[in-house]
């Protein structure tokens, strides 16, 4: 087995997260806000996205590199035509362990059986509030939390692995926090807490609207019972907990409290064929015109490698101020999660 390809930090490229598509049909306030991505915004046309087929040979390469996870994001990767025949391109991929995808709910109950029949593993939901009137105030488009909620059922039923994700703002939906908890602690799901992150350019943050790990966990540990749980694998993002008594996670994304950045092994293909070996990146690298003027796959191989083994990011370890108000970063709806 040859040795695994590593930074300059000797992180191992492990993780890989491909957005097929920058649209969305939620216009979220801290992601894809209405007054920037209004009914005139420019997405990206079919030509300039990745094809299945083009997304299928990267990953091959990408698992040729150590790459065992993929998952699909977007945008809402669901808005993309005929996605379970992309799945069921890479589930045949030799060496690549585990599919998910992350999505807003909307679509998931239709194509529930279809994804798991392609060879799906793993659906998070982005979900950020129980309460109806509060999560149409975050997705500002009207839709409430039954239909999202249902879906979520539809998909557990059919034997995919169901989570939900909510990213927890001061003053949007800290009130959220243990009703959230409550509703999938009874149903058996695991919730994920995310950290209130400056990804992009538009969302407005400052840290005085982030609520930490540490102030989810003590709010929480008042309402009930919680051990910690090992990480599953090197790398591993979430900080993990248990109901004391249950088989039920409550996780906890901690990028901006307790950085993650000395074990990241992630690397993201965006939308429109570019590698960005951060969250938080400023630029990437262009491998949709690589793919499109090389037939050979060293060359491709060449250049992930070299970018790869040249990366020194580690922006929430550095996160200041300044970095905040005036680095450029990729928007959320662009990289993915």
Not at 12 to 27: G, K, M, P
Not at 107 to 122: E, N, P, S
Not at 202 to 220: E, P, R
Not at 284 to 302: F, M, Q
Request: some cysteine; hydrophobic content about 35%.
């Amino acid at each position: 087995m040859k040795q695994a390809l590593q930074d300059k930090f000797g992180r191992a490229l492990q993780d890989l997260r491909i957005s097929v598509t920058d649209r969305c049909n939620f216009r979220c306030t801290y992601c894809m806000p209405k007054e920037i991505f209004g009914k005139d915004f420019a997405f990206l046309p079919k030509e300039h996205l990745l094809s299945f087929e083009e997304i299928e040979r990267l990953a091959t390469i990408f698992v040729s590199l150590g790459v065992r996870k993929i998952r699909l994001t977007g945008g809402e990767p669901l808005l993309r035509r005929n996605l379970p025949d992309l799945i069921k391109k890479l589930s045949v991929i030799e060496g690549l362990a585990d599919i998910g995808l992350t999505t807003n709910g909307v679509l998931l109950g239709k194509h529930a059986q279809a994804l798991k029949d392609a060879g799906l593993k793993r659906v998070n939901v982005s979900l950020d509030a129980i309460t109806d009137e509060t999560f149409k105030s975050i997705n500002d488009s009207g839709v409430g939390t039954a239909p999202i909620l249902e879906n979520m059922k539809k998909a557990k039923a059919v034997g995919l692995e169901v989570k939900a994700n909510m990213v927890v703002k001061k003053g949007m939906n800290d009130k959220e926090i243990i009703p959230m908890a409550k509703y999938f602690k009874e149903h058996g799901m695991t919730l994920r807490y995310i950290e209130f992150m400056d990804v992009g350019q538009s969302n407005g943050w400052d840290f005085s609207q982030v609520i930490t790990k540490k102030q989810l966990f003590d709010q929480l540990s008042q309402h009930f019972d919680l051990e910690p749980v090992d990480p599953a694998y090197v790398g591993e993002v979430a900080k993990r907990y248990r109901y004391v008594g249950t088989d039920t996670e409550v996780g906890f994304i901690t990028s901006v409290s307790e950085s993650f950045c000395s074990t990241c092994t992630r690397a993201r293909v965006a939308a429109d064929g570019k590698l960005y070996t951060c969250l938080f990146a400023t630029n990437g690298l262009d491998l949709k015109e690589i793919l499109r003027s090389e037939k050979n796959d060293e060359k491709v191989i060449e250049a992930i490698a070299q970018t790869w083994q040249k990366r020194t990011d580690r922006y929430s370890d550095e996160r200041t101020e300044e970095t905040v108000k005036h680095r450029k970063k990729i928007e959320m709806s662009y990289i993915g999660g």
